[in-house]
């Protein structure tokens, strides 16, 4: 084949040294290995990965994350690790406002110069949670050892009425909470923009950003609200 892509989520955990020399075995018949790696904002990546955890059936709390420091969030960190691969290294900044049709798929063939049909690529694949859902999540994970048949179906549920009653909870970070958490990976993001993209910090927050996790902040304060939402979903 012309081209063989390796693709998963899960290279962001496994252990990077160990993986890279497995590769490398296979990867020598090749006349050119690229990575492709998109990079999503800090705090975005961190709500969006607990909401997969509840989904996987965890019931740790998100105060619990916010405080830890990984890795693979410092991004020049991660990248270098790569490189004992390959130099071909290529991030791209996951946002869908800059994706062909809004759409990653896309994106990434688009690297690959491989031209595929838009329709075809309109997929829903392990759609996300609202925030108010994964909270319900945590709950029920917490007090019940679901078979994963029935957990299955009760995220399927959850899905559901994410779709038909909009909640108006979209953080799980209160601002100052979001600040302080991007302040942590400010320099190492100042150098992954000036090496990679040869540009300013483009992981900040935003005058619009700001002012909507403000709003956002009256909901996380309102906690009685927000158990009664819980316990009604």
Not at 21 to 47: A, G, M, N, P, T
Not at 149 to 159: F, G, M, P, S
Request: glycine letters at 0%; zero cysteines.
């Amino acid at each position: 084949p012309k081209v063989v892509i390796l693709s998963s989520e899960n290279f962001s955990a496994v252990n990077l040294n160990s993986f890279i020399e497995f590769l490398k075995k296979y990867l020598i018949l090749f006349s050119s290995v690229k990575v492709i790696v998109y990079l999503r904002r800090q705090d975005l990546l961190i709500e969006s990965s607990y909401k997969q955890a509840m989904k996987m059936q965890f019931f740790y709390r998100f105060s619990e994350v916010n405080k830890q420091n990984k890795n693979y969030l410092n991004f020049p960190y991660f990248l270098s690790e790569w490189k004992k691969l390959t130099q071909l290294i290529i991030p791209r900044i996951y946002d869908k406002k800059l994706f062909p049709d809004g759409n990653v798929i896309l994106d990434f063939l688009s690297i690959l110069g491989i031209d595929y049909p838009p329709e075809k690529a309109r997929i829903e694949v392990n759609p996300s949670l609202s925030h108010i859902s994964a909270l319900v999540l945590r709950e029920i994970n917490e007090k019940f050892e679901l078979p994963k048949e029935l957990h299955r179906k009760v995220v399927q549920y959850l899905l559901e009425q994410d779709k038909v009653n909009k909640h108006p909870l979209k953080s799980f970070f209160t601002l100052e909470e979001r600040l302080s958490f991007l302040e942590r990976y400010r320099e190492s993001n100042e150098r992954l923009f000036r090496e990679y993209f040869n540009s300013e910090n483009r992981f900040v927050l935003s005058e619009e950003e700001i002012e909507f996790y403000r709003e956002q902040d009256e909901i996380l304060k309102d906690k009685e609200r927000l158990e009664r939402d819980i316990r009604e979903r």
